[in-house]
């Protein structure tokens, strides 16, 4: 089956535009770590982190905990073999202890990470660190990627391909540059906007639904940050309230970093992935309602994308304020274990941060199904 010319030129501009969107991430990443600071080592001094593999449990002085479920307690003494790094083939006998907070339990075979401490000329000390989990991450984001291409055929590839855009922008770009000093809520809101247009031109090409789905979530995040803001002003919450501002205060003395912006900044990342999820659902089913029926006008369009969303955005809302819930579940069963009275609680500084973070997105997830609709029922009834 041959390609007409519409097809053609449609690949070609596919293609320029994927070629494009891959030179200005590159040119980013390339700007955006220029003059970064590296850890390095010496023959005589470094830390460095390698795997190693178990070779033999030569003495073990154990025992089980019943009082903490279970958990291991004592010391075990491990020949291990270091597998990567400059001492590749070093044999080493470390001693492995257990408690529980520290439980790596290990047997003759398995890999695990260890610290390794120079302190001389091929003088160092060798510690087991964790288990070697980079296997495990391999095959998960592996499954992740073969559910995504099965189940969602070359749209699921596309959607992969835009997360991992996604990921490469947070990492190579927002956390580079916020630590030589640029104002983390401005520039979080530029890779938003970017990242959220490859992701939607990635799924849906250039169209007038994909133009109305990225329009909607970047305006749906934003009322998501300036309620974040305006909470936290009122409320004194800040970076300086969290629990890595011990940590950061020590970053800020060697690094520019300005960390008052971070804590909405958070908000805004953690909520793009749930309003891009809900603007494109509304996009997508404004599109068919207006292709069944393109005499609608613009106001029934907009009503039609506020029922449909009606539906859409509950669900969301939960899915968003129980992902708050669920990651500081250790949290909340040790305040409730502690008797702490309503008010006390509403006005701890963990408590506070959390239903700010919950609240901000969820209103910017229900904010995003007007914005959507409006600017899709406008797109779609345009004259040309």
């Given at each position: 089956?041959?390609?007409?010319?519409?097809?053609?030129?449609?690949i070609?501009?596919?293609?320029?535009?994927?070629?494009?969107?891959?030179l200005?991430?590159?040119?980013?990443?390339?700007?955006?770590?220029?003059?970064?600071?590296?850890?390095?080592?010496?023959?005589?001094?470094?830390?460095?982190?390698?795997?190693?593999?178990?070779?033999?449990?030569?003495?073990?002085?154990?025992?089980?905990?019943?009082?903490?479920?279970?958990?291991?307690?004592?010391?075990?003494?491990?020949?291990?073999?270091?597998?990567?790094?400059?001492?590749?083939?070093d044999?080493?006998?470390?001693?492995?202890?257990f408690?529980?907070?520290?439980?790596?339990?290990v047997?003759?075979?398995?890999?695990?990470?260890?610290?390794?401490?120079t302190?001389?000329?091929?003088?160092?000390?060798?510690?087991?660190y964790?288990y070697n989990?980079?296997?495990?991450?391999?095959?998960?984001?592996?499954?992740f990627?073969?559910?995504?291409a099965?189940?969602?055929?070359?749209?699921?590839?596309?959607?992969?391909?835009?997360?991992?855009?996604?990921?490469?922008?947070i990492?190579?770009?927002?956390?580079?540059?916020?630590?030589?000093?640029?104002?983390?809520?401005?520039?979080t809101?530029?890779?938003?906007?970017?990242?959220?247009?490859?992701?939607?031109?990635?799924?849906?090409g250039?169209s007038?639904?994909?133009?109305?789905?990225?329009?909607?979530?970047?305006?749906?995040?934003?009322i998501?940050?300036?309620?974040?803001q305006?909470?936290?002003?009122?409320?004194?919450?800040?970076?300086?309230?969290?629990?890595?501002?011990?940590?950061?205060?020590?970053?800020?003395?060697?690094?520019?970093?300005?960390l008052?912006?971070?804590?909405?900044s958070g908000?805004?990342?953690?909520?793009?992935?749930?309003?891009?999820?809900?603007?494109m659902?509304?996009?997508s089913?404004?599109?068919?309602?207006h292709?069944?029926?393109?005499?609608?006008?613009?106001?029934?369009?907009?009503t039609?994308?506020?029922?449909?969303?009606?539906d859409?955005?509950?669900?969301?809302?939960?899915?968003?304020?129980?992902?708050?819930?669920?990651?500081?579940?250790?949290?909340?069963?040790?305040?409730?274990?502690?008797?702490?009275?309503?008010?006390?609680?509403?006005c701890?500084d963990?408590?506070?941060?959390?239903?700010?973070?919950?609240?901000?997105?969820?209103?910017?997830?229900?904010?995003?199904?007007?914005?959507?609709?409006?600017?899709?029922?406008?797109?779609?009834?345009?004259?040309?």
């Amino acid at each position: 089956m041959s390609l007409n010319n519409f097809d053609k030129k449609r690949i070609v501009k596919n293609i320029f535009v994927i070629i494009a969107f891959s030179l200005v991430l590159i040119l980013a990443l390339v700007l955006a770590n220029k003059d970064r600071p590296e850890y390095t080592t010496t023959r005589e001094t470094g830390v460095e982190y390698e795997t190693a593999k178990v070779l033999a449990i030569t003495e073990n002085n154990s025992e089980i905990d019943r009082d903490t479920e279970g958990v291991l307690r004592g010391s075990a003494e491990l020949k291990v073999e270091i597998l990567t790094g400059r001492y590749k083939g070093d044999i080493c006998f470390v001693t492995n202890y257990f408690s529980a907070l520290y439980n790596v339990d290990v047997k003759p075979g398995d890999t695990v990470c260890v610290r390794i401490d120079t302190t001389g000329d091929r003088v160092y000390n060798c510690n087991i660190y964790n288990y070697n989990r980079v296997p495990l991450i391999i095959c998960l984001l592996v499954l992740f990627f073969l559910s995504l291409a099965i189940i969602g055929g070359f749209q699921g590839i596309k959607a992969f391909a835009g997360l991992a855009y996604t990921v490469l922008c947070i990492f190579g770009i927002l956390l580079p540059l916020t630590l030589k000093g640029v104002q983390p809520i401005p520039l979080t809101c530029g890779i938003i906007f970017f990242t959220s247009a490859v992701c939607f031109y990635l799924i849906g090409g250039f169209s007038k639904k994909t133009v109305a789905a990225a329009l909607g979530c970047f305006g749906g995040v934003m009322i998501a940050a300036l309620l974040a803001q305006v909470s936290a002003n009122i409320g004194g919450i800040s970076t300086f309230q969290m629990d890595e501002a011990e940590a950061l205060l020590l970053l800020k003395s060697t690094t520019a970093i300005k960390l008052r912006g971070l804590f909405t900044s958070g908000i805004l990342i953690a909520a793009m992935g749930a309003v891009m999820d809900i603007a494109m659902s509304i996009a997508s089913a404004l599109e068919e309602v207006h292709n069944i029926n393109p005499e609608r006008d613009a106001r029934q369009l907009f009503t039609s994308g506020l029922n449909i969303g009606r539906d859409a955005m509950g669900t969301m809302a939960n899915t968003l304020v129980l992902a708050y819930v669920g990651s500081a579940l250790n949290m909340c069963v040790l305040i409730y274990s502690y008797g702490v009275g309503l008010r006390q609680l509403l006005c701890t500084d963990f408590v506070a941060i959390e239903i700010i973070r919950a609240i901000a997105g969820s209103v910017g997830i229900i904010c995003a199904v007007p914005c959507v609709s409006i600017i899709a029922a406008l797109l779609y009834t345009r004259k040309k």
